[in-house]
């Protein structure tokens, strides 16, 4: 059941999943502590696009931070005329949790709720059995945001078929939002007749295509082969790795990722991970080719115009492909031999040029159904959008922590020195709460404990044990 938009504004008013508007240009020690990319910064890709894409002269779209505060929904509907959730792989077991907060909050909401993109998550052979466990969490989201929207949007045929199965028939496979950035323009183009030594050569991967499906094998001849090769990382942890040289997270066990510092390419300088789409994109541009594991970091070279190719080693990343036409190859059937200079070669973008306008019109007639404007029919084509993009400078991506030079260290340092600040504060104010309950006989609060904990806890520790690693 689709709910009409509230009519107290002029403006419309969209709040949208995010990590962060993309307009935040949030240093890179900051975004690191705050993790405005959700863990995967590969998250940033498809939200960004949606933001420019519903951003029109009469529409305000408004981040989340990614949190889902479900004691936030009177203000939400208060607020806002419509709330607007870009998702990727949310239907699997990891994010059942997450999947059920999302849900209550939805459940009370009286304003439209449009997902866009979501897509469920198995292996290649597309076997839905294993979630089956989170069913009763998946039937229970989607019929509440069916309740407050047309229909909901899905990746790819595995998801929908996922949820035909489930009963549901208001479904609409529409991809992702991110390859739809620049609307229906999507001009991919070879510069290079075959890729050779003096290639330039983007590569991405997951830290399991790493550990368990060859991927290291992939990069090690990739890497003696071409001098101008770069991986560029997306986890959290990958960034935080090569910041502070930060090895707390379980992924750094993963030696033979290339974020890893004692790793050839990191010692190299010849890994990034990005914070922000637009520099990560304008990257890209100066590539020939980019191959791996992951989709975002594969569309954002696309979206650079580089030629592509991922290697799927899940559903969620093979439907993608399928619906959008994108160059692929199953990673459990890569040859033992593998070189980028044949994926290039092999490589045909004519169903994925060819076929893009009219994916694009489905897209856009899925949001004229829910009841949102786009950009490029009742805008300026996202024109306003990408000036006030150049306007801003956001952080380069992040390089490997090598040097151990005066500057580098200053800034880090000047970090460390704000956040011990920012702790003696929220100590005092701490030693105060702890008086107050004391004497009144009550317990501390508990949002108290948990800000002091997250002040003092990992992220200064973390950085402590990475300034002696440097050294």
């Known amino acids: 059941m ?41 998250n940033l890709i498809f939200s960004d696009a949606t933001h420019k894409i519903l951003e029109t002269p009469g529409t305000e779209v408004v981040s ?3 949190r889902t505060d479900v004691s936030a929904a009177g203000r939400i509907n208060e607020e806002f005329d419509a709330f607007v959730i870009p998702l990727a792989n949310a239907f699997r077991p990891s994010f059942e949790a997450q999947l059920k907060r999302l849900t209550r909050l939805i459940e009370k909401l009286r304003i439209p709720v449009v997902v866009v993109g979501v897509g469920a998550q198995a292996g290649l052979g597309y076997n839905a059995g294993r979630l089956k466990g989170i069913e009763p969490a998946v039937r229970a989201f989607v019929s509440a945001v069916l309740d407050r929207s047309a229909s909901i949007g899905v990746r790819g045929e595995f998801t929908e078929k996922y949820l035909n199965d489930l009963g549901f028939r ?4 529409i991809g992702c939002p991110s390859l739809f950035l620049y609307g229906k323009e999507l001009t991919i183009t070879k510069m290079e007749p075959a890729l050779g030594p003096g290639s330039r050569i983007a590569v991405n991967g997951s830290h399991s295509a790493v550990k368990s499906q060859g991927l290291d094998r992939v990069l090690k001849r990739a890497h003696a082969r071409y001098p101008h090769l770069r991986f560029i990382g997306q986890n959290l942890s990958d960034a935080r ?4 040289r930060d090895l707390s997270d379980p992924n750094g066990l993963v030696t033979a990722m290339p974020t890893h510092p004692e ?21 890209l541009r100066g590539f020939d080719f980019s191959f791996g ?5 594969n569309i954002a070279a696309l979206l650079a115009g580089t030629p592509a190719t991922v290697l799927c080693g899940d559903s969620r990343t093979l439907e993608l492909c399928r619906y959008f036409g994108i160059p692929h190859r199953r990673i459990d059937k890569l040859p033992e031999d593998l070189d980028p200079a044949s994926l ?3 490589a045909d973008f004519g169903s994925l040029m060819s076929g893009h306008q009219e994916r694009f019109e489905r897209f856009t007639a899925f949001l004229d159904r829910n009841g949102l404007e786009n950009t490029f029919t009742h805008g300026d084509g996202g024109a306003a959008f990408d000036e006030r993009m150049r306007s801003l400078t956001f952080p380069a991506g992040i390089r490997p922590w090598n040097e151990a030079d005066l500057a580098s260290l200053a800034g880090r340092f000047a970090f460390l020195q704000r956040r011990v600040g920012e702790l003696a504060k929220d100590n005092e104010r701490l030693r105060r709460d702890l008086a107050r309950a004391t004497t009144g006989g009550g317990a501390l609060p508990t949002s108290v404990y948990r800000r002091a ?18 050294y």
């Not at 208001?170 to 496979?173: A, G, K, L, N, S």
């Not at 390419?265 to 890994?271: A, G, H, L, P």
């Not at 594991?293 to 970091?297: D, V």
């Not at 904990?453 to 520790?461: D, E, F, K, M, N």
């Open 263 to 283: 790793h050839p390419m990191y010692r190299e300088d010849k890994v990034r991970v990005y914070i922000d789409p637009v520099t990560w994109i304008d990257d």
């Open 344 to 346: 290039y070669e092999e």
């Open 241 to 244: 790795q090569l910041y502070w």
């Open 64 to 66: 989340n931070g990614i």
């Open 2 to 42: 689709s709910h009409a938009p509230q009519d107290h504004r002029s403006t419309r008013r969209l709040l949208l999943r995010s990590g962060k508007s993309p307009y935040d240009v949030v240093p890179v020690e900051e975004a690191l502590e705050q993790d405005v990319i959700a863990t995967n910064s590969g």
């Open 170 to 173: 208001d479904v609409e496979v």
């Open 293 to 297: 594991s992951r989709i975002h970091g």
């Open 453 to 470: 904990r997250r002040v003092v806890g990992a992220p200064i520790r973390r950085a402590l044990q990475s300034g002696r690693q440097v």
